[in-house]
């Protein structure tokens, strides 16, 4: 007797769960807003680019190693609290680098747009920007540590190259011509040397890059989908602090006192 094969009822293999590697790689392939290439081109005003960069430094920026602190504070084991203390003493004092703090550099480039500190350091924020923040906030305080350092140390450090700074195809210019190329520089007026950011970056990047890899691998075991939801939560919140910023910066008002001459 012939048997039908057609018949014979077959399990279909269920297709294999993408590592979590993977899973928060295609979510960082997304971390991209489609409003991005407007700070890359000329054409933006001076209150502009102050919109942009206080929700940038209010959000994250200035306290970004206040964040990377609460997790050391939840007790990692030791070769998490090494990774995280190295990328907090760096951030803050700059002393693995250039000697200046990140959120000093960054107040260097403000400087050198020549807008005034104060529209940066002080000023409304977007509804949006404050629900980031306050989720950022969240992660930073909740346990277990590893979806906080997932969140900070992978997504919101992390950018949409993160594939290829993995796999090491990512091509960067040598950081002389990056700073030259820099839209701030090149279109805005920036000074190159008041462009250290790119350098201390340069500096130490592809080894907090690597550590946060390492932390998060190492010790997700079991936290995994809490982990995958908080990074993709993070992305949806960060496309929406996006949409405000831009939606703030259309509706700047023209301020004379900070049009750069
Ligand atoms: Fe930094």
Redesign the pocket.
């Known amino acids: 007797m012939r048997v039908m094969l057609s018949a014979v009822p077959t399990r279909s293999t269920p297709p294999l769960k993408p590592s979590l590697q993977e899973q928060l790689l295609a979510i960082m392939d997304r971390k991209h807003h489609p409003a991005w290439p407007r700070f890359t081109e000329p054409g933006l005003t001076k209150e502009q680019l102050a919109v942009h960069f206080r929700h940038e430094y209010l959000t994250y920026v200035r306290d970004?190693p206040v964040l990377l602190a609460r997790l050391l504070g939840q007790s990692p084991p030791s070769d998490v609290r090494a990774a995280l203390a190295e990328n907090i003493f760096?951030?803050q004092t700059g002393k693995l680098s250039l000697g200046v703090s990140?959120p000093e550099l960054f107040l260097e480039m403000i400087d050198g747009l020549q807008i005034p500190r104060s529209s940066i350091e002080r000023g409304p924020l977007t509804p949006e920007a404050v629900a980031y923040r306050a989720f950022l906030d969240e992660v930073s305080f909740s346990t277990p540590w590893v979806v906080g350092a997932a969140v900070l140390t992978i997504f919101v450090?992390g950018s949409v190259h993160e594939r290829a700074e993995l796999s090491g195809t990512r091509e960067v210019l040598p950081v002389d011509e990056a700073v030259f190329a820099h839209p701030m520089v090149k279109h805005y007026g920036c000074p190159p040397e008041k462009l250290r950011?790119i350098r201390?970056?340069r500096a130490v990047e592809s080894g907090h890059r690597k550590d946060a890899w390492q932390m998060v691998s190492t010790h997700a075991q079991g936290h995994e989908n809490v982990i995958v939801r908080a990074v993709s939560q993070a992305l949806q919140a960060w496309l929406k602090y996006r949409d405000g910023v831009v939606r703030a910066m259309d509706a700047a008002p023209v301020n004379v006192s900070i049009v750069a001459a």
């Open positions: 970004f760096e951030e990140h450090e950011l201390a970056h």
